[in-house]
């Protein structure tokens, strides 16, 4: 193997050794069962009985932080996307998700049916 | 093997090339067709991967649709029977068992660690333990599946059945939609098992093993989404 081509074959090891460690991942899954604990302890308690915004906004957080746990670190996102690296891809990415957002809750807000 | 006689230039820059693992013989002479399943794409990620995603993409729009529909078919539920409508009939969301339903959860949560961790032994060449994660990987899958059809069996014998009410329709299309997705997890963590005993599954193909990680993660954050919107907010 010539020294350029053994270069690019370290580089993408090199790439590989960004990806969390045994160590990391079992973190990753005591900070999501944690997570879930106290989420479901915070839906329990009588302080958030009536639903309103003390019980779901935290909810939703928890809810976000979880999700971006699991995708970040067990889907690889957050280590291997390049495409989400490049600040073109990346304003593109973002930008269609913001939009994405707002459309999906405007059609949230005015949606109207009727059942009966 | 299939030696290719195309000589590729590769500089260090980190120019599109030079992330690209290729085989190459002593004389560094490059084969491009040589190991299939490390193409990778100038997006830094390999076509397969990239085909996962977009498909997962296609899930998110299939789950975000029956989300929403169970949280307006939800509220409009919630809010004739709070009106008294004598058109509403049959038991809502006060059938939920929290406690069992966070059990379930956490077994779906540690499967996803089993599956990185499957996907990390494949990676490293130890393939007795990718058998080990990957098997436990089902086994917790099949654990929430059973947990799941409990559920829906307690239900369906305290009144609750898919065309009982507005809630009823709603809950079993989300959930069991959801259900089938796992299912449909279990069946590729089960072929890879196969594939395993068969000598097919090693180090050069890890990357099967990271697709299916990638699908069985996926059903993980949907029933994060599920767990906390459905079961703990709404």
Redesign the interface.
Known sequence: MSAETAAAVHADDHVEDHHPTEGQYWIVFVALAIITAVEVAWAEIPLTDDGGPLLVIPMMIMMLVKFVLVAGAFMHLYFDTKILNGKFFWWIFASALVLAVIVYFIVFATFEFSIF | MTWMPTTI????S?SL??????P?????V?HADDHHEEHHTS???SNMKLAMWLFLGSEVLLF?ALI?TY??SVA?FNQ?RAEG?P?VTGPGTELFD??FT?AS??IL??S??T???AH?AI?HGDVKNSRIWLGATASLGSLFLAGQVYEFTVFYREGLGFTTN?FGSAFFTLTGFHGVHVTGGILMLVSLLVLSFQGKLNQDRNETV?LV??YW??V??VW??I???VY???
């Open positions: 230039t590769i500089t260090k980190r090339m030079a992330d690209v693992a290729i190459t013989d002593d004389a560094g490059v997006l830094g990620i975000g929403s949280l307006l409009r004739e409508n058109l929290i406690p966070s959860s956490f949560l540690m996803s660690l599956m990185v961790l990390q990676h507005l990271e990680g990638l993660h996926f993980d954050i994060v989404l767990f906390t919107i703990l907010v709404v």
